[in-house]
């Protein structure tokens, strides 16, 4: 079974889980941090996958290292060390995620933009894409990108609005050549 497939089953059945024991909140917040933990700090990512250190090793790594973990995701790690897919933690918590966002009728956001984005500009941006792709919010992620000199760029799954002055000015661009 392909690591991707696999990683799929384990997100679907701890979302099964999680939604069992209405936790899908708390595990959607623990998830990102150790999402966040393992992209950002490459050894730790490198300790938890290597081949060549026995699972008893692993066990000991996520019990001392991740000791206030919840109990469902500390299982799941420990399953992934038992059957060998450490490789695939990774890709189980993104699936897990979209899952969680998909359960809340929301859809996530990646907003470009040259400054940080205050909290209610956030909210406006939501409350406005949100409608243009039948979802009821946006879980919004603010890329500050300073050489963008102005404006938005929005990218919710497969659609990019760009608003970007940059954009505008390229528009503007073939438009004249036209």
């Given at each position: ?53 026995t ?60 400054k ?6 956030e ?56």
């Amino acid at each position: 079974m392909s690591n991707r497939v696999a990683a799929k089953r384990y997100a679907i059945a701890l979302f099964q889980l999680a939604k069992e024991k209405n936790l899908l909140e708390s595990l959607e917040s623990e998830a990102r941090v150790i999402g966040e933990v393992f992209k950002n700090e490459q050894e730790a990512f490198l300790v938890f996958s290597n081949p060549n250190l026995t699972a008893v090793k692993k066990k000991e790594f996520i019990t001392n290292c991740l000791p206030n973990l919840s109990a469902e995701l500390k299982n799941l790690l420990m399953i992934l060390v038992d059957r060998k897919r450490e490789s695939s933690l990774l890709e189980v918590i993104e699936y897990f995620l979209k899952l969680v966002i998909a359960e809340n009728d929301q859809e996530e956001a990646f907003v470009y933009s040259a400054k940080p984005l205050t909290e209610s500009e956030e909210k406006e941006i939501s409350a406005v894409f949100s409608k243009k792709v039948g979802k009821k919010a946006l879980r919004i992620e603010n890329i500050v990108q300073p050489e963008m000199l102005g404006g938005l760029k929005i990218r919710i799954g497969n659609l990019i609005f760009d608003g970007s002055l940059s954009g505008q000015l390229s528009r503007l661009h073939r438009h004249i050549l036209k």
